[in-house]
């Protein structure tokens, strides 16, 4: 699936917020080869900014034998290990340091785009330059982080940012193998990371720009009428729900290779027919349907797809029971400028009933 390097920033800008979209107008406009470069951009860039302000500092526990008294003194250890004799005690105090989980994790991950990555000279020198206001920032091995630790760590938005950056660097980058070279992977999984982002990416923006949409997920109950108990029935979650008064839209993200299903007529030598993928028509109707509670025209739905090379690109509208649903498609391949306008055209299409 074609996507520009510099679109992956605004997703994730958009999806997690971490940067100002001043930033994010700033560096979209500039071309990346490849992730690895926008990555240690992003990085450079954070980082700087953070230094100019004071980078991450937190008190640290330390246990050491002195020989002067410095917070609290360990009995037990001194008397056991017998530092008296020699005139020390073991003192337990806490040192405001910037020695910190966070930093120790963008450490690492400088250090693994310095050795790994595909980048250019003046971006290496960069990372060169940072890593001499981490000195006193211990070294990690990427397979020691446990990121999920770092969700207790105090730190500002732009922080939490470069460290979800690390995290797809170490979880979904490295390492792959090339001519015998070890290298980062050239692209996030498809499976694993853009789906979610994908669908991450389009709530924040209509977040961003049309707040009174209200975006986000929505849980729907089943119109149920003879059966009371409804606990055994699956639930359903929305992707992106957008709401104005009494009128409710129900976005479906989906994240394909393929966004059509061929289905083959009398024999496999013939050409196929293409049609929607059966499932996501049936779930977004399904959702549709018991969001209206028997009220037709309040609530529409919409299957967006993120636009492949395909020959045959949804663009579509039905009223089905009397509910507007519509099947488009996102081309994430062109300037983010251009992604803005159909975000913008599909925001105005779907919504006309509002």
């Known amino acids: 699936m074609a996507i520009k390097v510099s679109n992956v920033y605004y997703m994730l800008a958009y999806a997690f917020q971490g940067m100002s979209m001043r930033d994010a107008l700033n560096l979209g406009s500039e071309e990346f080869e490849n992730l690895h470069s926008l990555f240690t951009e992003l990085l450079l860039r954070g980082m700087n900014r953070q230094i100019k302000r004071g980078i991450h500092r937190d008190y640290a526990a330390h246990t050491e034998t002195l020989s002067g008294v410095r917070g609290k003194i360990n009995l037990t250890d001194s008397i056991n290990g017998m530092s008296h004799i020699s005139r020390q005690l073991v003192c337990e105090y806490d040192e405001f340091t910037e020695d ?155 994240w394909y290779g393929k966004t059509m299903a061929a289905y083959w007529r009398e024999s496999p030598y013939q050409s196929g027919k293409h049609k929607y993928h059966s499932g996501n028509m049936y779930q977004i109707y399904s959702y549709v349907n018991n969001a209206a509670k028997g009220v037709v025209g309040n609530v529409s739905g919409a299957l967006l797809y993120a636009k492949t090379d395909e020959g045959v690109t949804p663009d579509n509208e039905y009223s089905i029971s009397g509910n507007d649903i519509s099947v488009k498609t996102l081309d994430l391949s062109v300037d983010f400028a251009g992604i803005s306008a159909q975000l913008e055209n599909i925001a105005q299409t779907l919504m006309k009933q509002w």
């Open 100 to 254: 910190t989980f966070p930093n120790r994790v963008i450490k690492a991950a400088i250090m693994v785009l310095l050795r790994h990555g595909d980048i250019s000279t003046e971006r290496r020198r960069g990372l060169k330059r940072l890593m001499a206001y981490l000195s006193e920032v211990a070294e990690i091995r990427p397979i020691e982080i446990r990121f999920d630790l770092l969700k207790t760590q105090r730190v500002n938005a732009e922080y939490k940012f470069l460290l979800l950056i690390c995290r797809l660097l170490f979880e979904f980058m490295f390492m792959t193998e090339e001519n015998g070279e070890r290298r980062l992977r050239a692209f996030l999984p498809d499976d694993k990371v853009m789906p979610k982002l994908y669908e991450k990416f389009l709530c924040g923006y209509y977040k961003y720009h049309h707040p009174e949409f209200h975006a986000g997920k929505r849980q729907i109950k089943w119109d149920l009428t003879d059966i009371p108990d409804g606990d055994f029935l699956p639930k359903m979650e929305t992707d992106i729900t957008l709401s104005l008064g009494s009128k409710t839209l129900i976005i479906d993200t989906k």
